[in-house]
């Protein structure tokens, strides 16, 4: 599924379900885009960057 949707001063929030690939992109200067995940930090292995 694709979905394009645009988030705005007092927007929604998304929840985007785990193991998801999603990408997020600014389109005003000065934005602030945060991400949260459940669980502890975990480094990127070789399986988990697209090429």
């Known amino acids: 599924m694709n979905a394009v949707?645009?988030?705005v001063?007092?927007?929604t929030l998304i929840n985007?379900?785990?193991g998801q690939w999603h990408s997020l992109r600014s389109l005003e200067s000065?934005?602030?885009l945060l991400e949260c995940k459940d669980g502890?930090?975990?480094p990127?292995?070789?399986e988990d960057i697209l090429q």
């Open 30 to 32: 000065g934005t602030v």
């Open 40 to 42: 502890p930090w975990a």
């Open 44 to 46: 990127l292995g070789g």
């Open 5 to 7: 949707i645009d988030m």
């Open 16 to 18: 985007i379900p785990a």
């Open 9 to 11: 001063p007092g927007g």
